[in-house]
């Protein structure tokens, strides 16, 4: 199973991933899209001029899913965090992850908390989550949703895994691609 969390940057996913570890009764794996970029070498990426640095980040989010996929053809459960705030991310994780049980997360923050987590953590750029939202969440279906103002980490991640106990019928990343290649799965 791979529980794929969306949010923008500063949404509280990481965190909500983090509390599901401990939660979850059996071992899941955690890949973060942040931890994962971590791995390259940061500051040549940033000597890179702007076609050259966005085709390096490009490669690095596509080989992400590829790796959140290989865990799971492994036979791993994983908890991804992410940031789907490019339209080809999400084609290509629908892709790429097709034929696996994926739990497609969104996790909300109104703009004035998001403002205020870039604030506070320092290392992020005021706004910018903000300016996110729309993209991230443009798709607009999930499978369920939790708002981080509103319930802590720990909260988020034993309704998620509540909700997981009871989720039947059709995914919403299988009703995203049926949507991409012209049809909808949950009309058969």
């Keep these: 199973m791979i529980i794929f969390l969306n949010g923008t940057s500063s949404s509280g996913k990481s965190s909500i991933a983090e509390q599901l570890l401990r939660v979850l009764d059996t071992p899941y794996f955690h890949l973060g899209v942040d931890a994962f970029g971590a791995m390259r070498a940061v500051e040549r990426t940033l000597e890179l001029d ?83 939202l729309h993209s991230v969440h443009q798709h607009g279906l999930y499978d369920f949703e939790v708002d981080t103002s509103v319930s ?12 997981l106990g009871q989720a039947t019928g059709t995914r919403a990343f299988d009703e995203l691609r049926g949507r991409a290649r012209g049809h909808d799965p949950s009309t058969g």
């Design 152 to 163: 802590s980490p720990r909260e988020c991640a034993l309704a998620i895994k509540e909700f």
């Design 50 to 132: 702007g076609p050259a640095q966005a085709e390096v980040l490009r490669r690095t989010r596509a080989g992400f899913h590829r790796a959140v996929a290989g865990m799971a053809q492994a036979g791993n459960d994983v908890v991804v965090d992410h940031v789907l705030s490019e339209p080809w991310r999400l084609q290509d994780c629908l892709e790429v992850l097709d034929g696996l049980d994926v739990f497609l997360v969104g996790v909300h923050c109104p703009p004035d908390e998001l403002e205020r987590r870039e604030r506070a953590r320092g290392d992020r750029v005021p706004g910018q989550a903000a300016a996110q």
